[in-house]
């Protein structure tokens, strides 16, 4: 008999902890698998002699990460759990992405991200993807599961990439013009100036909103991270990201004005 029984139970939250994406789905997953009448999948899928005829289905995606579950177990536990998102819905889809979280997790913890990146972002951008396959992936194809995770694999790798080349694109013109500018030595009492003057200046002469120039400053200067500032203004971190990118490419023109006018 197999007794691999080490699913976890749904836990309280911390108060005031941010719960990531694979946490959050991890919470409704775990739900569903302890509520007073468990979802359940035949145990039958995932060990040749089980103990009993159904099992919860976090128990159910233990045995499917296990090394000792053969191959062919493994495959018709995917093709099932797939069968039933497409034909059955909810909870079903909610299910089957629900069982790629311990790979992906895996699979982002060795993932090269650029600091600026926020986690959450690269985790809902692979759930996204995984998600997304799911509505069009064929239950009966072979390896179903390794379909799901090469779309969250080549999700999260576009995301780093695309990230990259932002954090190229953003930190040459306004950075740079910004510290030749505090480098130089001002009219008024011929000593260099610091950046949070400039960007007061800047405010001054309406090129940033002292909203703007306080996003800047916070992330660009004092290094907060991004998420932080964005559950403060309740908007998707992404959006955050775009709406500093537009202030910075207005901050830089009027920062190379006045380099050219000195």
Known sequence: MHHRHHAHHPSARPQGAVRSPLGELEQAFLALAHRVEPLTLPAQLVCDEPDRAAWPVDVVRTHLAHPSTRPELRERTWREVVRRAHELGEPWDVVAVAMTVPVLRRMLARLARPAHL???EVEQEALAAVATSLHT????????????????????HRLVYAACR???????PAATDLNRLCAAPQAECGEPVDELTVLAQAVQAHVVDVTEARLIARTRLEG???????????????????????????????LRRQLQDR
């Open 166 to 172: 932002r954090a190229r694109r953003e930190t040459t």
């Open 224 to 254: 907060e991270p991004m998420h932080r500032l964005a559950a403060e203004h309740g908007v998707s971190v992404r959006q955050l990201y775009r709406h500093r990118s537009a202030a910075e490419q207005h901050l830089a023109a009027h």
């Open 137 to 156: 992936v064929n239950p009966g194809m072979e390896r179903v599961d390794r379909e799901l995770f090469r779309a969250a694999d080549r999700a999260v």
């Open 118 to 120: 926020e986690r959450a």
